[in-house]
């Protein structure tokens, strides 16, 4: 079974500033999407980047950037200029690529939640 | 274009009272899920819907809680009789399963229930 996990239940960080939070991942699997979703106060999942297994490239989105270690099962989320409204909890989560319907479900991390101080 | 959407955004119950949620995946996205958010358990998986059949109901916590799909456009979960342990935040979230793009899940805003 695929796990993952975030070892940072808390991060702070500096406005204008860069953070990194970490996720690793467990899986035997080969074909697989990786994501991170931020959830506000207001509770809501917000889909902030994702990322293709068979991708080498790392995917960015404006000041959201990850490194995607395959090798090594780690999937960090780097944000750049840090603003006030980057503040939230953020879950890596993981989603198999494999079955001819391309479902399945995601699988989450504990999630870090994200101070950003002015 | 509409996102997901669920009713009600909060409820509050008494103990023993049923709780229908409801959710509207978005158009033309195949799969449904339910997911439900506790401080202490996380985000757990409840059941997920493909082509409105369900799929893997084997995160459904036990006979209280029941899910339909009667169509592509509209799922319920119920809870009944309802305890205070299910005071949760509940997502309901769709995908299209459409190739490569198709496998981001997009979420609703969310259900907070409390059963008091």
């Known amino acids: 079974a695929q796990t993952v996990t975030q070892s940072q239940p808390e991060m702070s960080v500096q406005e204008a500033e860069t953070v990194t939070l970490s996720c690793t991942y467990d899986?035997?699997?080969?074909?697989?999407?990786l994501f991170w979703y931020k959830q506000p106060p207001s509770r809501q999942m917000i889909l902030v980047i994702r990322?293709?297994?068979?991708?080498?490239q790392n995917a960015t989105e404006n000041r959201f950037s990850v490194n995607f270690q395959k090798a090594a099962k780690s999937f960090s989320l780097k944000i750049s200029d840090s603003q006030l409204g980057d503040a939230a909890m953020y879950f890596c989560?993981?989603?198999?690529?494999?079955?001819?319907?391309?479902?399945?479900?995601?699988?989450f991390g504990q999630g870090t939640t994200l101070q950003v101080k002015p | 274009d509409a996102g997901v959407i669920q009713s009600p955004r909060h409820e509050v119950t008494e103990m023993g009272q049923e709780v229908t949620l409801r959710c509207k995946p978005i158009?033309?996205?195949?799969?449904l899920f339910w997911y439900r958010q506790t401080m202490m358990r996380g985000l757990e998986l409840l059941i997920y819907?493909?082509?409105?059949?369900?799929?893997?109901d084997s995160g459904m916590p036990e006979d209280r809680f029941s899910a339909k799909m009667p169509n592509a456009s509209f799922s319920t979960l119920k809870i009944q009789p309802s305890e205070p342990r299910d005071s949760a935040v509940y997502f309901c979230?769709?995908?299209?399963?459409?190739?490569?793009?198709?496998?981001?899940?997009?979420f609703g805003e969310g259900s907070w229930l409390t059963v008091v």
């Open positions: 979230a769709s995908s299209s399963g459409q190739g490569r793009r198709g496998n981001t899940i997009y």
């Open positions: 899986t035997s699997e080969s074909d697989y999407y």
């Open positions: 989560a993981y989603r198999s690529a494999q079955g001819s319907s391309n479902t399945g479900k995601l699988i």
């Open positions: 990322q293709e297994a068979y991708k080498q």
């Open positions: 819907f493909n082509n409105n059949v369900p799929i893997d």
């Open positions: 158009s033309g996205h195949n799969s």
